[in-house]
């Protein structure tokens, strides 16, 4: 199924997501670069929420760029199967390699602002993640590993955590307490 297909299909489950839906489809249909960073207003990307089975616990990553605790996900880079991007970056970033999607539909959309930053000594500018997010499950045993380009840690957070230790307010309003609703 194409993406634009996958988004039309989805259903909004708050205002924010509805906004963003009709954001992400016009997007698509005005920017043949919608998929590759060369956009420089914005691109897709996309991220795995990873719950354990009994869904008391998420997988985030204490991200560099955030200076904050955040989930996993990453650039499109030109793949359309937002999927296989969001379990890649999922191994790359944890080196979860046994997570299970608890389904090929989107779970969630969000627009993510991502303030400039410096990235290998080049300058950023200041742009949108047209993000589609995906639910998956791990078990809590596997080995995590750090990725230091990405990341100073890796841990299971209890859902209490996940909105107490992140330091971004908005993403944790609109997002990590959505996440976690939709998931119990």
């Not at 627009?111 to 047209?130: D, I, W």
Request: proline share 4%.
């Amino acid at each position: 199924m194409s993406l634009i297909r996958e988004i039309e299909r989805y259903q909004p489950c708050c205002e924010q997501e509805e906004k963003d839906q009709e954001v992400m489809l016009r997007f698509i249909r005005e920017n043949d670069d919608c998929l590759l960073r060369s956009n420089l207003l914005a691109h897709f990307s996309a991220s795995v929420w990873v719950v354990n089975p009994p869904r008391t616990k998420v997988l985030m990553a204490y991200h560099n760029l955030y200076d904050s605790w955040a989930w996993i996900g990453g650039h499109a880079d030109g793949e359309a199967d937002l999927r296989a991007v969001a379990m890649r970056e999922l191994q790359e970033e944890t080196g979860v390699r046994h997570a299970r999607l608890v389904s090929d539909d989107v779970f969630s959309l969000e627009t993510l602002q991502v303030c400039g930053h410096e990235k290998r000594g080049a300058y950023v500018p200041s742009h949108l993640h047209m993000n589609v997010t995906y639910l998956a499950e791990a078990e809590e045993d596997e080995a995590l590993i750090v990725a230091p380009d990405e990341n100073q840690a890796v841990r299971w957070l209890t859902l209490e955590e996940a909105v107490t230790l992140p330091t971004e307010p908005w993403m944790v309003e609109r997002i990590y307490k959505k996440l976690i609703g939709k998931c119990l």
